[in-house]
């Protein structure tokens, strides 16, 4: 070490970098400074004096101290005890120097004891790791070659092996296809057919995982799709008149273009048989007729060809069928064994789909199955996903309440997309079988859960719009009408599932359905009271009349509302869900009245019993207040100077509702445009009581909540009380003082309402009315609701002049009076007026 040092002190210093020199710099300007200012007659030459100092002791520093030689002296002339004890010189020590190699260290000991080293046979010494870089570079190329050489063995390893398991795979296929005596001179590609026929397509994506069959498989999708387009426009071009035969180089030219596709479908032809045959004259029947609207066939020209069936039945005397009629005779009766085939090819794919049907693929499933409505009669597929939904939903079992959702989902987007008579048809079948149901419930069992499913549906229906709250409401009377254990479990799922849609969509409608069940609930037997079913549905009707979620059991909204707005996205071309406003007695009777909710349909009812649901709306409306509210009501609107329609529709409600939440969804059923009416009501009532009454200022306040518009209409309407305040009587004003107080508190109004008051020219009862709203403010309860009031105000440089009369009223009024109030409230006013004090003078926060 100590040789190192002396080393390092020989070397010359290094240049200072541009970093260093500027902190040097630094630091002698900053001395500099110091020294300039310690004195301040001379500090200039304290300033030259000091840098001369620095010079001279940098010279000095620079120069080499010599030091002392010190005698080197040998072991043999150091005494023992010295050299016992360690103490060696640091100059004189030589193992410093020494790196302890074998060498030096053999040179120094005897012959006798030196230690001989060898080297291992074969093995060269290893050379310093830094030196020898192109043989590492060798090296490494060397195990990169190995190692790729490794990867290659192994691949044909795996590339032999896999050929050895498909061999023994093929051997197996071989011997399993003679076990189903399959032939193998058919396509091979039938079988893919099949499984799209039959709806099994999708586990193709499982089987075809090699990247050269998927290429295959899209090759081939991609020239059946350009020969079915060619076919289109073959059969397009048969329809006009214009048309000439083509040449027979044309054909040619057509028969070399596409030699691939023609040999595909001769081999489907020899493939497939009688089921080609068919379909070639299905095509040259469709491209000479074609089926209108109604279900008649025309030709080319227009004309309607008339059906052989119907031309026998003529001929024969015999009732004629209808075409749809005609086609199930016969399917059922094995005539037609091609119809048949198709509607069961049918029934196939559309379940395959439903199958499938999830929220993640909602939208796909729902446009395949719209595309089989465009390619399939309506009515074979109307029938077919009945018959499927019922499989599916109607069981014995309860079904599951997600998959109902995603079943009704799918008939919203039909139904918005393909047309109402899609939704009309499901509605229909189901209140039907609902019907049947009902009438037999006395004779069904408990455990039997087809009814609960039927009306799970008919409510997941209605909250997916398909039909107006009206037809539900009918069904709930519909089953109070017979109460026995069977309809109380099913009045209490409806309850649960939609029992707050219908509370929200129309109050009034279900308060008087309420009304309707308990009044049914009250004239059933001992036996049925004392059913605990019957209580629970009771205790669950009370809590969605009270609004109050948390006491339905595992009561979640949200899935419902994911799936409206997916539904939402799912429509396009601003489409939309017509909801439908049908009766129970117009689904009942279709039958035999018709259908006059659909276009076109045949109908044979009395034109004034059409549309019973609107035609009794209209009669609400054009009802008179006489007949919806009681004499007493209206005589007492009367004395109250309730001079308009809109005025004493809104005293009737406000006076005859359950609650405030009642009034207020009553008061905006109403629809109407000016709110300074409501506003105008509210507080005359409120004024008019005998004492103050906080359900006014809760029902002021929910409006106020609800839109800013309220809030203003209530602002101004204070505003003309206070300015007439005059013509008021103390009562009057206790009571309007309550009603501003707690709208105040619960942020309805801010405390500038108060801003109107002319603090100037205070009359007898304009100071009556400060001070009475002033003291119920400052001895309320709510003490932080309170200071926010006041810290709204002091915030707004706007109301500088109405703060510096609210902090004089509240000292000289307030604080000179105080004897008139107990002890207690004494010091409360005194603490409270002091800290509003100061937060008022403090402005500008």
């Known amino acids: 070490m100590v040789k190192l040092k002396k080393k390092a002190a020989h070397a010359p210093k290094k240049p200072l970098s541009r970093k260093e020199q500027r902190k040097l710099k630094q630091e002698t300007k900053k001395n500099n400074k110091r020294i300039y200012h310690a004195d301040k007659t001379n500090g200039a030459q304290r300033v030259a004096e000091a840098a001369a100092a620095a010079a001279l002791a940098a010279t000095q520093t620079s120069k080499k101290k010599k030091k002392p030689k010190k005698k080197q002296l040998k072991p043999e002339d150091m005494p023992r005890e010295e ?5 060696v010189n640091e100059d004189d020590d030589e193992s410093i120097a020494s790196d302890f190699s074998d060498a030096e260290v053999n040179a120094r000991l005897p012959s006798e004891r030196k230690v001989e080293t ?38 044909k390893q795996r590339m032999k092996q896999l050929k050895l398991e498909n061999v023994e795979e093929d051997k197996e296929i071989a011997k399993l296809e003679k076990k189903l005596k399959l032939n193998k001179s058919k396509d091979k590609n039938r079988l893919v057919r099949k499984m799209f026929n039959d709806g099994l397509d999708y586990l193709l994506d499982f089987v075809l995982d090699d990247e050269e069959e998927k290429q295959k498989w899209d090759e081939k999708q991609r020239r059946k799709k350009e020969l079915k387009e060619q076919q289109e426009k073959e059969e397009a071009g048969m329809w006009s008149d214009e048309d000439e035969p083509m040449s027979e180089a044309d054909s040619n030219v057509d028969e070399n273009e596409v030699p691939s596709d023609q040999s595909d479908m001769e081999e489907d032809e020899d493939d497939d048989g009688l089921e080609s045959n068919s379909e070639s004259e299905q095509s040259t029947e469709q491209t000479k007729y074609k089926e ?12 309607i060809v008339p059906d052989n069936a119907a031309v026998e039945s003529k001929g024969s005397g015999q009732k ?51 595309t089989l409505y465009m390619k399939n009669s309506r009515y074979n597929m109307n029938e077919t996903l009945t018959k ?16 109902v959702q995603e079943h009704m989902v799918l008939l919203a987007f039909l139904h918005a997309h393909i047309g109402s008579e899609i939704g009309a048809h499901f509605l229909q079948t189901f209140v039907e079988q609902f019907d049947g149901y009902v009438k037999e419930i006395n004779a069904l069992e408990v455990e039997d859960k087809r009814l609960n499913n039927l009306v799970l549906i008919l409510c997941y229906m209605y909250i997916f719009k398909i039909y107006e709250q009206r037809l539900l409401l009918e069904l709930i009377a519909r089953l109070a009408g017979s109460l026995c254990e069977k309809s109380v479990e099913c009045l209490l799922l409806i309850f649960q599932t939609v029992g707050f849609r219908l509370r929200k969509d129309d109050p009034l409608a279900f308060k008087n359905m309420m009304q309707n069940v308990q009044s049914q609930i009250a004239a059933s037997p001992l036996e049925l009271k004392e059913n605990p079913r019957l209580r629970f549905m009771v205790d669950i009707l009370n809590a969605v009349k009270n609004n109050n979620m948390s006491k339905l059991p595992q009561y979640d909204p949200e899935l419902a509302e994911t799936l409206r707005k997916r539904l939402k996205g799912m429509l396009r071309n601003e489409r939309y869900v017509v909801t439908l406003n049908i009766t129970l007695e117009d689904l009942l009777r279709a039958d035999k009245l018709g259908k006059w909710w659909i276009v076109g349909s045949a109908w044979a009812g009395n034109l004034a019993e059409m549309g019973t649901a609107q ?37 009737c409600i406000i006076m005859s509702a359950a609650d405030y939440v009642d009034a207020f969804e009553k008061i905006l059923h109403l629809s109407l445009k000016d709110q300074r ?27 106020c909540q609800y839109n800013r518009k309220f809030q203003l209409a209530f602002q101004f309407a204070s505003w003309d009380r206070i300015n007439d305040i005059e013509t008021l009587s103390k009562i009057q004003i206790r009571n309007f003082a309550s009603f501003l107080q707690q709208l105040i508190l619960a942020s309805g109004l801010q405390l500038s309402v108060l ?37 709204r105000i002091a915030k707004n440089s706007k109301l500088q002049q109405f703060k510096q009369s609210i902090r004089l009223f509240m000292q000289h009024f307030m604080l000179d009076k105080l004897e008139e109030h107990k002890e207690e409230q004494q010091q409360l006013l005194r603490q409270r007026i002091e800290h509003l004090d100061k937060l008022l003078a403090y402005v500008d926060l």
């Open 292 to 303: 209108d609207i109604y279900g008649r066939r025309r030709d080319a020209d227009g004309n």
């Open 615 to 651: 035609a009794e709306q209209e009669k609400q409306r054009q009802q008179p207040g006489s007949e919806r509210y009681s004499e007493k009501l209206l005589e007492l609107a009367k004395k109250q100077h309730m001079n308009t329609a809109e005025r004493r529709n809104i005293f």
């Open 388 to 403: 499927l939904l019922q499989e599916a939903l109607l069981g014995r079992a309860r079904a599951n309440e997600r998959m």
């Open 118 to 155: 060898y080297e291992p046979l074969g093995k060269k010494p290893k050379k310093h790791a830094g030196i020898q870089r192109a043989d590492e570079v060798e090296v490494r190329k060397r195990e990169l070659r190995q190692q790729k050489e490794l990867l290659s063995k192994s691949r």
């Open 755 to 791: 801003k109107v008051v002319d603090f100037m020219q205070l009359h007898k009862l304009s100071f009556y009315f400060m001070r009475e709203i002033m003291t119920r403010l400052l001895l309320s309860n709510e003490e932080s609701q309170l200071y926010q009031a006041f810290e």
């Open 320 to 370: 004629y069928i209808p075409p749809h009629q005609r086609a199930l005779l016969a399917a059922s009766e094995g005539t037609n064994a091609k119809q048949a085939e198709q509607l069961a090819r049918l029934q196939k794919q559309c379940k395959g789909l439903l199958n499938r049907l999830s929220e993640a693929n909602l939208h796909k499933i729902s446009s395949g199955i719209e």
């Open 83 to 87: 050299l016992l004890a360690g103490e």
């Open 677 to 703: 009416t409501v506003a105008y009501v509210i507080i005359h009532c409120a004024l008019n009581e005998r004492r103050a009454n906080p359900y006014y200022a809760h029902l002021a306040l929910k409006f």
